[in-house]
């Protein structure tokens, strides 16, 4: 075995290669390790109830509150505002939207999976499933979670660094490593028996500590040979530790010093620095363990992408196990790459306007049994969602070969937008004609994530699949007729937009007075 000084500087070198791709592996695989994180919309807005002077009043129900036939008859009577305590609507205005459900049901049970099931259990069940079915299937998709994802991600975290000692080219996607070659189950299976045997030698408390360093390799050994047995994984294991395993201790004890700096830096220079680094010394470890045992099995330990000593930085080469996930097939016929008139750009966007107007008529008559004409207009549209897809379509065009880039472009366009016409309507109008107060992550009530997701998600299908759909359907229509539906359309829109302008679509259902939007709470004087 090497000494610790070479093998600490041997692991500085491969640290410092792409430093922040390796420090930003290192944390994905801590947030999937540790089963992620929590937290609530009502600490992310600090939010004290006790103290809180300014309320949002809503008329419109969230969706997401589940009410008895009393309380609906109540609310359509205008009657439940009443009645509500300042509390009660303090409270609501922090809980409205999927995301904030989600988040904050995550939060209160400490447990992202409880969390997740409870929130189901309140959106789709109205919180009929009993807590005693929840905590069976929590305990299911938890055990599912440590033995086939979180266990095994261990493999493709190891399998990183193995590579990325030689090579400066090695992709994230090694964190991916077991579930790309199809050995999920049987490296499940080996990573079981290790931690069961492992438990079970804890319980002698000395033979646990003999036990940890005499196992400390089996990760190791799969992701250099995922198909070796399990007999054989322990038995490599135990001959490579085979004297070693104090020299191995006092490595460990080395490192204390690190361990420390981190407890009091709140983990800061554990997540830049020494987590990416003790995985590049553990990495180190057993290169040079293998070095010695490797010609007595080389049918074992033969993978030449890994055999070579210290760092190099070489051109990746591809052999067996350097597979990419298979890549998807065009699963469109439909050609979004094209261009498009002038004639269909207007045709897009009365086609959005009224795909959008549609959507959101359903949502309100869904949540209050009102049917209502959303929007500033007086037709059947909602311009919004008509700019935001011919924007996409026009400005978005060159990132059309890249559905991330799209989506995220898609994301902030339509933010923009949104953010811009609601200030528009507020400053000029007078009136809300939205309010995302209370949705997670909002910003000023007139844009929230929740969405902007869902913007995102509309861009790429309006680019991929909407727009080349229905600009095959108004290839049907003569070309003539084309023009005059298309300036007949437009003339109606200035029309109605004239008209908007002076005498704006309002009412219960459809916007909220700014004047009375807020308003202060003050003692109960009663």
């Known amino acids: 075995m090497k000494n610790r000084k070479l093998l600490k500087e041997n692991a500085h070198k491969s640290l410092k290669n792409h430093y922040f791709r390796n420090v930003l592996l290192v944390f994905l695989a801590s947030l999937i390790i540790a089963g992620g994180y929590t937290y609530r919309t009502n600490d992310l807005l600090n939010i004290n109830k006790e103290n809180s002077k300014e309320v949002i009043s809503n008329n419109l129900?969230?969706?997401?509150?589940?009410?008895?036939?009393k309380e609906l008859i109540d609310e359509f009577l205008n009657i439940e505002e009443?009645?509500?305590?300042?509390?009660?609507?303090?409270?609501?205005?922090?809980?409205?939207?999927?995301?904030?459900?989600?988040?904050?049901?995550?939060?209160?049970?400490?447990?992202?999976?409880y969390g997740m099931l409870n929130a189901f259990n309140q959106l789709f069940f109205r919180g009929n499933i009993s807590v005693f079915i929840t905590i069976i299937l929590t305990s299911i998709i938890l055990l599912f979670l440590k033995l086939f994802i979180q266990n095994v991600i261990v493999i493709g975290k190891n399998r990183y660094f193995l590579e990325e000692r030689k090579y400066k080219n090695t992709k994230i996607d090694k964190l991916l490593f077991p579930f790309k070659i199809k050995k999920t189950i049987h490296l499940a299976g080996i990573l079981f028996s290790k931690y069961l045997y492992q438990f079970l030698w804890n319980l002698t408390i000395i033979g646990g500590i003999i036990k940890h360093y005499e196992y400390l390799m089996i990760p190791y050994i799969l992701a250099e040979n995922p198909n070796v047995s399990l007999s054989d994984a322990f038995k490599l294991s135990k001959e490579m530790m085979n004297g070693k395993k104090f020299e191995t201790f006092k490595l460990?004890?080395?490192?204390?010093?690190?361990?420390?700096?981190?407890?009091?830096?709140f983990d800061l220079t554990n997540i830049f620095y020494y987590d990416v680094y003790k995985e590049c010394i553990l990495a180190e470890l057993y290169m040079d363990l293998r070095s010695n045992i490797k010609d007595k099995y080389p049918t074992l330990l033969n993978d030449t992408l890994l055999d070579i000593d210290g760092f190099e930085s070489g051109e990746y080469p591809k052999d067996k196990y350097n597979v990419p996930f298979r890549k998807f097939r065009k699963w469109l016929t439909l050609d979004y790459k094209k261009n498009y008139s002038i004639e269909n750009y207007i045709l897009f966007f009365f086609s959005f306007a009224f795909i959008g107007w549609i959507y959101e008529v359903i949502i309100h008559l869904v949540q209050t049994g009102e049917f209502v004409n959303r929007g500033a207009m007086w037709g059947p549209y909602l311009p919004i969602y008509g700019y935001g897809g011919v924007l996409i379509l026009i400005l978005l065009k060159?990132?059309?070969?890249?559905?991330?880039?799209?989506?995220?472009?898609?994301?902030?366009?339509?933010?923009?937008?949104?953010?811009?016409?609601?200030?528009?309507?507020?400053?000029?109008?007078?009136?809300?004609?939205?309010?995302?107060?209370?949705?997670?992550?909002?910003?000023?009530?007139?844009?929230?994530?929740?969405?902007?997701?869902?913007?995102?998600?509309?861009?790429?299908?309006?680019?991929?699949?909407?727009?080349?759909?229905?600009?095959?359907?108004?290839?049907?229509?003569?070309?003539?007729?084309?023009?005059?539906?298309?300036?007949?359309?437009?003339?109606?829109?200035?029309?109605?937009?004239?008209?908007?302008?002076?005498?704006?679509?309002?009412?219960?259902?459809?916007?909220?007075?700014?004047?009375?939007?807020f308003y202060i709470i003050e003692k109960d004087s009663v």
């Open 61 to 69: 129900p969230s969706p997401f509150e589940f009410k008895t036939p």
């Open 82 to 113: 009443k009645h509500k305590t300042n509390e009660e609507k303090l409270q609501d205005k922090y809980n409205r939207g999927i995301l904030a459900v989600f988040v904050n049901k995550i939060y209160e049970s400490d447990s992202f999976v």
């Open 252 to 265: 460990d004890v080395s490192l204390l010093g690190w361990e420390f700096l981190g407890v009091i830096t």
């Open 398 to 517: 060159p990132f059309r070969e890249k559905p991330w880039l799209l989506f995220l472009s898609a994301f902030i366009l339509c933010g923009l937008v949104e953010y811009g016409t609601a200030l528009y309507l507020e400053t000029f109008q007078h009136m809300k004609w939205w309010d995302y107060s209370g949705y997670f992550l909002n910003f000023q009530g007139r844009i929230c994530l929740e969405g902007l997701i869902v913007f995102g998600l509309a861009g790429c299908s309006c680019t991929y699949f909407i727009a080349p759909l229905l600009d095959n359907l108004y290839k049907k229509i003569k070309p003539k007729l084309k023009k005059i539906i298309a300036i007949f359309l437009v003339l109606l829109y200035i029309c109605d937009l004239v008209i908007s302008t002076i005498s704006p679509n309002t009412g219960r259902g459809i916007t909220e007075n700014l004047k009375e939007n």
